[in-house]
Nanobody, 126 residues
Framework: VQLQASGGGLVQAGGSLRLSCAAS????????MGWFRQAPGKEREFVAA????????YYADSVKGRFTISRDNAKNTVYLQMNSLKPEDTAVYYC????????????????????WGQGTLVTVSS
């Protein structure tokens, strides 16, 4: 699976951005998808995950209530809607795909994902 993330940019605190991640090469609906981020000098951290159908999602506590992950299997794309952005949300955001686990759940650990996009930079100014 090839993943291409886009939609990053510079936004003021309190603003919104929507990230997109377009997939190609394999059957998109066979994969659970996730978003991670990595700030300068920090480890990559989990942001949000979604199962193959979009019917089940999970969020890091730090973004719960502000970010929404969704997917459109017809367009082979996963999205991350980010609202009420804070300066601490500044990071490179990565999308990832992992073969859908038994039971149709999702993954939260980076090592559970098989494919990664190139990352898109989100900068939130105060």
């Amino acid at each position: 699976v090839q993943l291409q993330a886009s939609g990053g940019g510079l936004v003021q605190a309190g603003g919104s951005l929507r990230l997109s991640c377009a997939a190609s090469g394999r059957t998109f609906s066979n994969y659970a998808m996730g978003w991670f981020r990595q700030a300068p000098g920090k480890e990559r951290e989990f942001v949000a995950a979604i199962n193959w159908s979009g019917g089940s999602t999970y969020y890091a506590d730090s973004v719960k209530g502000r970010f929404t992950i969704s997917r459109d299997n017809a367009k082979n794309t996963v999205y991350l809607q980010m609202n009420s952005l804070k300066p601490e949300d500044t990071a490179v955001y990565y999308c990832a795909a992992g073969a859908s686990p038994p039971g149709g759940s999702y993954y939260v650990r980076p090592r559970e994902y098989d494919y990664w996009g190139q990352g898109t930079l989100v900068t939130v100014s105060s």
